[in-house]
Structure formats: C-alpha cells, structure tokens
C-alpha cells in the first residue's frame, strides 16, 4: 500500500475568479481544482472575495494541510477600528486615481526621487494613489480607516483570524514599500493619506506562516499574483514571461533591485527573496473579445481571420488603448486605428491588427524589461489568450524570440499552492516540482516582418503621447 501524498491548496484571487487548486506537495500534481467567479467591476466588496473562496472549496480542502493564496495586486482594502470594511475596494485597473498619481509624482520629487525610494514611479493602479483619491474625495471615510491590506492580505487574514499580514511581493506594489530596503516607507503613507497613519500588515519571509485556519490548515505568507505565476513557473535566467489576461504583464527575476524613472518597469520584489522587474499593460485578452465582437465573430472566429491575413495587415495598425493605458501612463487615452486605406479595409485585416496591436504592447514591455538589465533566452507565454491559435502564430514574430507556451495552468493558483507547500517543509528554497510540459512555437523565416511591425506600432504611439490625453 502507497503512502497518501500531502495535499496544499493554492488560491488564485483574481479580478474576475477564484481559482483553487489542490496539488500534491511533493510533485505538485494537481489533484482536484475549484472555481467561483467575482463581480465584473473595478470596485468590489471584499466580502465578494470570501463568498467566492467559499463557493470554489466546497468539499474541496478535505485532506489539505497547508494552502496559500496569490491576489490581484494593489487593491486597496480599508478596515475600521472594529476591522469591518470601510467602502468597497478600489482594484488595480480602477484609473480614477490618475490624478492622485501625478500630483504624488509631482510632489515628491519626480519619477527619479520615487524609485530610489520605492523603485516604482506610481501610477493609477498603485495603493498610495487610491489613499490619496480617498483622502481628497471621501475624507469622512478617509478618517475612519484604521488598517490598510491588500486583497491577499485580507484573504489570508480571513482564513487566519490572526495578526494581518504580507509577503515583500505584493507589499512592492503599494507605493510605500521598498523592495531593496524591505520596509515600508510609512512617511509616504502618511503624506499621501492626508497625514492619516492607518496600520499596515506584517511583512513575513518567503517560507514564513501567517498562521492556520479554525480547522488547523497552515496558511503561507501568500503573495501577489505575478509573483506567484513566477513561483509556479520556477524562472531562471534568461526567463522572461508575458501574461496575456485581464492585463498583460512581462517580467522576470532578478538579483537585483531595479530602478527605472520612466516608470516603465515596476521594481517589484518577488515571492522568493529576489526581484521581479516588471511591465504590464491594461489590455491584454479583452482586446481579442472587443475586436471579435466588433467582427460579429467569437475568438475562434477571430483567429480564422487573423490567420487569414498578412503580416502587418497591410499597414493596417490598432493601437489598443481600449481601457486606458498604464504603460505608458496614459489612464485617459482611447485606442485608435491607424493606416485606414479602402484596399484594406477587411474583416481580416482588422482582426490582425487586433493580434498584433496587443502583442506590441507587451513586445515594449520586454524592451523595457530588457533595458533594466534582464537577458531574455526565451519568452514563456501564458494567460488564457496564449491558447489563441493567432496569437500564437504572431508572437514569435513580433517578439523575435524564441516563445514557448507551457501547458495550460492556473499558474497564480500553482504558485500559491507551492509556497504552501515550501512554508509547511521549511528550508531556504520552494519544493522542486516536475516541469510542466511545454511547445515551442516555429519561428520566422526572417525577422524582417516583426521590425516592421513593432517600428509601426512605435510610430503610432509616439503619436498619441505627443497628444495631452486629459479632457479639455
């Protein structure tokens, strides 16, 4: 008779799902998985967060010892006195705080003077933005705040019922952390929030436990959502991952703090004690669902007609700014088509214009990441619009690297379940979990086609950030 395996559980609280996961601990096998969907919004009671958690494990946890949880990063939750919900929580992709964030930039000293002292110039997304939007437009709710968490933070805590805490992961992307320090800047706090000094979590160590649950479940320290799809993918050097989800994200690890005053790349750290240089866009996937709608198609659909196009669709060129932008700072900015000629003005064409616009605004974030001293080998493509047939014919032309696209995962929810794994065996390093089958994608005959589409898309964009993007 075998030994049964050591269950852990791994959470992936997202903008729209949770996801859970149960592995086993030693392989990282997924054994059985859970799900629950969030309401569509960019602002969301927490308490949606624990319905969703509890809808997605029912009947799934029997056996589980340890579980921990990866969140969507920069929400902000605010707690009372009593440690009841002060509003509902602003979430990453909620831009009312672009102001906020421009003024704090300004005020402090430039982008310079913010990532030498958070290694981050903050945007929209970022927590101290969101307090400072409070602070300004909500001061009676300002005032009674009395604790500041993440979404992770607070799931952690409401599994526990212990002490609120946090990883150096998602603290990095507050805007009052420092990744190269290891503390908070809590004078950033308080100037930010009006000169309102809310608590803050713990900041525990990679391995760490933030407790257990009523039940006796250990629960790991927990982290940021791109922190642990790193987790889960184990980088190394020359690694450099692009997400196409809700957002798109391109990061990798690194030894080093990263300090990079365009605010191109987040210095954030990462979920094992190293950094995570990091570049995200605000439209990834929903490009694809917008487009296709748009064509009176679906994704498939959309994919039939993007493959049935040239490269570069004839100079046809989309610049998709669809929800705003976050890199480049531009929260107002609208998207745009370009090139429009009568000759190529096709269904075709304008799907892949669709594929490749997205792809462009990830393949700059690798330039970025790539100037903040990350080599890149290969790019590891993940996300639900990695699947796309399309996207995975364009990617290697646009990023002119070598991409390969590892078998579908919930890698947050993997990454979250390995720390759990790592924080209930100890020791310095995550347990080594079998590599996940992987296809690499067939490359061009020549680069030429991708220069020519990425120096486009560059020429388009150039336009629009000449352009103010605020209303008159």
Request: aromatic share 4%; proline share 6%; glycine share 12%.
């Amino acid at each position: 008779m075998t030994d049964k395996p050591t269950l852990v559980a791994g959470v992936d609280s997202s903008t729209q799902s949770t996801k859970i996961v149960v592995c086993d601990a030693a392989t990282g096998a997924v054994v059985r998985t859970g799900r629950a969907a969030h309401p569509d919004a960019t602002e969301v009671d927490p308490r949606e967060w624990w319905r969703a958690f509890t809808e997605a494990s029912d009947g799934l946890l029997d056996g589980v010892e340890a579980l921990g949880v990866g969140g969507q990063q920069h929400g902000m939750v605010t707690l009372d006195a009593d440690s009841e919900v002060v509003r509902p929580a602003l979430l990453w992709n909620d831009t009312r705080s672009s102001q906020a964030a421009e003024d704090l930039v300004r005020e402090l000293g430039g982008p310079a003077a913010w990532t030498e002292a958070v290694g981050s110039v903050p945007v929209a997304s970022f927590t101290v933005t969101k307090l400072r939007w409070l602070a300004e437009h909500e001061p009676a709710a300002a005032d009674r705040v009395a604790r500041v968490l993440l979404p992770h933070d607070w799931l952690t805590w409401r599994l526990t019922g212990g002490e609120p805490v946090t990883d150096r992961g998602d603290a990095s992307g507050t805007g009052y952390f420092s990744p190269a320090d290891g503390g908070y800047r809590r004078d950033i706090l308080k100037y930010a929030f009006g000169g309102r000094e809310p608590e803050l979590p713990r900041v525990l160590a990679p391995a760490e436990a933030a407790g257990r649950t009523p039940d006796g479940v250990l629960v790991s320290a927990g982290t940021g959502d791109n922190m642990a799809a790193a987790l889960a993918l184990g980088l190394g050097t020359g690694d450099v991952v692009v997400s196409l989800g809700t957002s798109g994200t391109v990061f990798g690890v690194s030894e080093k703090a990263p300090a990079d005053a365009s605010g191109l790349v987040a210095g954030f750290a990462d979920a094992t004690g190293r950094f995570l240089p990091l570049a995200c866009t605000l439209n990834a996937a929903r490009v694809l669902t917008a487009a296709a709608g748009m064509l009176g198609t679906d994704l498939a659909g959309l994919d039939r007609l993007a493959l049935s196009a040239a490269p570069g669709a004839e100079g046809l060129t989309l610049l998709p700014y669809l929800d705003g932008e976050r890199t480049p700072n531009l929260p107002s900015a609208a998207g745009s088509l370009h090139g429009l000629r009568r000759g190529n003005m096709t269904p075709e064409n304008l799907a892949r214009a669709a594929v490749e616009g997205m792809l462009c605004g990830l393949s700059a974030g690798l330039d970025a990441v790539v100037a903040q001293g990350l080599s890149v080998r290969r790019v590891l493509l993940i996300g639900g619009a990695a699947q796309s047939e399309a996207v995975r014919a364009v990617a290697p032309i646009v990023f002119g690297v070598p991409v390969v696209v590892p078998e579908p995962a919930e890698h947050v929810a993997l990454g979250a379940a390995r720390q759990a794994a790592w924080a209930l065996a100890g020791g310095t390093e995550p347990p080594a979990w079998s590599g996940k089958a992987q296809v690499t994608l067939d490359r061009p005959a020549s680069p030429e086609a991708g220069d020519e589409i990425r120096g486009r898309h560059l020429a388009v964009r150039q336009l629009v950030h000449d352009v103010p993007v605020r209303g008159a």
